[in-house]
């Protein structure tokens, strides 16, 4: 469901009304204090999983959540914590990442799987994300470490006042995601390693997959901390999972491990490649939204992140917040008054307007938070246009600290004011780029076979992160590849 308003602020609070419990660590066998049992703990992660799923937005290819599901039970089934049901999704990401949930709940982005390379790194990948679950590494987070989290745009930190607005702080993406100290990122490294080298896969290639990170992370800002962001210096991460791979096949006496290269090219055959315009996209400052049909202008040079329940903008500075979304309710009035109501809002001025022939209400307001001292003050000023379009109501809001306001509202406004009806077949059908599996005919080296494909020379670097290759490396004939097309 595009747009659709959902809230973390259920799980925010199972959170803070933890309390400390003593269990055995499956993964060291010891006896620790953790903050939450494991009953509390399956609990958290069936609460927050359909919620990932609405933010996030599973990713459309029943075959590609199949695969990666049935990798996910083969490697659960022989980590430390077997017990307990695991469930692998996929989620409709362009972000280089995965992250699990506490209670076994393990995401992969359709971006990490366009990276990957064979099915041994994904194995690695997902053996990581088993290994925090199995070590129970979630739990033992504090719970500042969530809360520190809230109100990340792509890199960009909002203002705390800002990040505390109800509606902002429910869809701040990252803060289900947990940061892990080193310690536990290298333990994770190590269990991947384990859990991949005991059904059979050549756990050096993961460690090679650090590489591919480390090359990558100058092209694509991570917005989803986990995998990529939070961890070790990749090359480090690359020279500890070499020696565990020697470890743990001598261990378990692998002595032909495998790649699986080409079956698991094979799979993501296809897959969505970056944005996928159909869930809306920015071009030329404009974002477009092709299947709800509708576009507007955001602040001009502001960080962006879309996801399917809203797509917001911030300064890099993170001092102001704006956004859209889907309205409650069945009126103007009604979604007005609901907002109003709900974030607890003191209504300074409203009107009926319309933009660009769409009926309209305008809303000035104000939200009074409690400072550090305990007294109460007004913390945030903004501005929200609720607009009715088609038979669905838009909610466009724009919120800063109560002295920028007054600077920041015309813009605000005039972005507000530039929503409109999307016709122009262009930007409606513009499809997105997808991961082709190719075979080399003619063996030479990676930059000839580039050009064999007709592949701009301004994507060379690019393709060559995505292949885990250098230009010059040389490419046997027979070998398969992935070409951006689309
Ligand atoms: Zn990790």
């Known amino acids: 469901m595009i747009l659709k308003k959902i809230s973390l602020y259920s799980f925010l609070f199972l959170w803070v009304a933890f309390f400390t419990t003593c269990s055995r660590n499956p993964v060291s ?39 990666v599901n049935d990798l996910g039970q083969k490697l659960a089934k022989v980590s430390h914590r077997a017990n307990i049901a695991y469930h692998f999704r996929v989620i409709d990401s362009d972000v280089i990442n995965a992250f699990a949930v506490p209670g076994g709940y393990i995401y992969i982005t359709r971006g990490i799987l366009a990276y990957l390379n064979d099915e041994a790194q994904l194995a690695g990948v997902i053996g990581h994300e088993i290994g925090h679950v199995a070590a129970r590494h979630s739990v033992k987070q504090q719970r500042n470490a969530m809360l520190g989290q809230l109100g990340i745009i792509a890199g960009v930190v909002i203002e705390p006042s800002l990040a505390r607005f109800p509606e902002s ?32 896969y050549n756990a050096h290639s993961m460690g090679n997959f650090f590489t591919t990170l480390k090359r990558s992370s100058g092209e694509s800002a991570s917005q989803l901390p986990e995998f990529l962001s939070t961890h070790p210096d990749p090359g480090n991460r690359n020279t500890h999972v070499q020696q565990l791979a020697d470890k743990y096949q001598k261990q378990y006496n692998i002595t032909n491990p495998v790649l699986n290269r080409n079956a698991y090219l094979q799979k993501i055959e296809g897959i969505v490649y ?67 109501q709900n974030n607890q809002l ?85 499809k997105p780029q997808r ?20 592949v701009p020379q301004s994507r060379f670097n690019e393709h060559a992160i995505l292949n885990g290759v250098e230009l010059n490396t040389s490419i046997p004939s027979g070998t398969m590849i992935k070409i951006i097309q689309y």
């Open 29 to 67: 066998g010891k006896k620790e204090l953790t903050l939450m049992s494991e009953s509390q703990e399956l609990a958290m992660g069936q609460d927050a999983d359909p919620q990932i799923q609405a933010q996030y937005g599973m990713y459309p290819d029943s075959a590609i959540q199949r695969y």
């Open 435 to 454: 991961i082709r599996i190719k075979t080399v005919k003619t063996a030479s080296n990676f930059e000839q076979v580039l050009k064999s494909f007709n």
């Open 346 to 430: 003191t209504a300074e001025q409203t009107a009926q307007v319309t933009v660009n022939g769409l009926p309209a209400y305008a809303i000035v307001f104000s939200q009074a938070q409690q400072q550090q001292n305990g007294t109460t003050a007004v913390a945030i000023r903004g501005l929200s246009y609720i607009i009715q379009y088609n038979k669905s109501l838009f909610q466009m809001v724009g919120v800063t600290s109560p002295n920028a306001f007054n600077q920041l509202a015309p813009g605000f406004e005039q972005s507000m004011k530039s929503f409109k009806q999307l016709t122009d077949a262009a930007k409606i059908n513009k």
């Open 169 to 200: 702080a429910s869809h701040g993406l990252g803060l289900l995601l947990l940061k892990f100290g080193r310690d536990d990122e290298n333990q994770s490294d190590e269990l991947g390693a384990d859990y991949s080298t005991k059904l059979g």
């Open 274 to 340: 970056g944005e996928d315009p159909r869930g809306g996209y920015m071009e030329n400052g404009v974002f477009y939204h092709p299947e709800i049909k509708f576009q507007f202008t955001p602040p001009s040079g502001w960080q962006y992140q879309n996801s399917p329940s809203r797509v917001q903008f911030a300064p890099k500075d993170g001092s102001a917040l704006f956004f859209l979304s889907s309205a409650q309710g069945n009126t103007l009035q009604e979604a007005a008054n609901a907002f109003i």
